[in-house]
T-cell receptor, first 114, second 113 residues
């Protein structure tokens, strides 16, 4: 089954404790992205990757890091989480990278930073 | 300026009736794609329908259709014969070029039995 998976689905942590949210897709997609969703703001892009070892900032990259060492994986790293990073996070992937491209989302990771 | 505007924070519809969810967009790029996603209470984002800027006909997918009015820059989602399972948040989104997908703030649809 074609899918995007994320782990963990739920995470409660404390300020300053480094964490990684994993993302993996089995569709051989080149483009992958991370979004955060906050009430009243919709989804905002954090980082995206156009291929292995190619990443770039989205609209809200501060406080986040990513890496793309393999085509299927795109982990999101919070080196020193803060309470304002409490949010619902989505990983997404798509095939071609043009404007017609449908984006497929993972199930989401609900992060709470105390 | 907002790229995507959804002016209806919440909508109610009677079961089996049709409902229209509004979406307007702002772009000067002649090539763009418009998408609608459904987010049920479980949280996942489900792709519903896509419309390209050069498509001549309105997109349809089962009970979903996209009323695309290019001159007015609107891309309204029409759900026919509403079902209780249609109760969810609905997001309109637009992509210009290869990268970012801009989302609206969403409309919460409640289907009343």
């Amino acid at each position: 089954e074609a899918q995007v998976t994320q782990n963990p689905r739920y995470l409660i942590t404390v300020t300053g404790k480094k964490l990684t949210v994993t993302c993996s897709q089995n569709m051989n997609h080149e483009y992958m992205s991370w979004y955060r969703q906050d009430p009243g703001l919709g989804l905002r892009q954090i980082y995206y990757s156009m291929n292995v070892e190619v990443t770039d900032k989205g609209d809200v990259p501060e406080g986040y890091k990513v890496s793309r060492k393999e085509k299927r994986n795109f982990p999101l790293i919070l080196e020193s989480p803060s309470p304002n990073q409490t949010s619902l996070y989505f990983c997404a992937s798509r095939a071609r990278g043009d404007y017609t491209d449908t984006q497929y989302f993972g199930p989401g990771t609900r992060l709470t930073v105390l | 300026a907002q790229k995507i505007t959804q002016t209806q924070p919440g909508m109610f519809v009677q079961e089996k009736e049709a409902v229209t969810l509004d979406c307007t967009y702002d772009t000067s790029d002649p090539s763009y794609g418009l998408f609608w996603y459904k987010q049920p209470s479980s949280g996942e984002m489900i792709f519903l329908i896509y419309q390209g800027s050069y498509d001549q006909q309105n997109a349809t997918e089962g009970r979903y259709s996209l009323n695309f009015q290019k001159a007015r820059k609107s891309a309204n989602l029409v759900i026919s014969a509403s079902q209780l399972g249609d109760s969810a948040m609905y997001f309109c989104a637009m992509r210009e070029g290869p990268n970012n997908l801009f989302f609206g703030t969403g409309t919460r649809l409640t289907v009343i039995p």
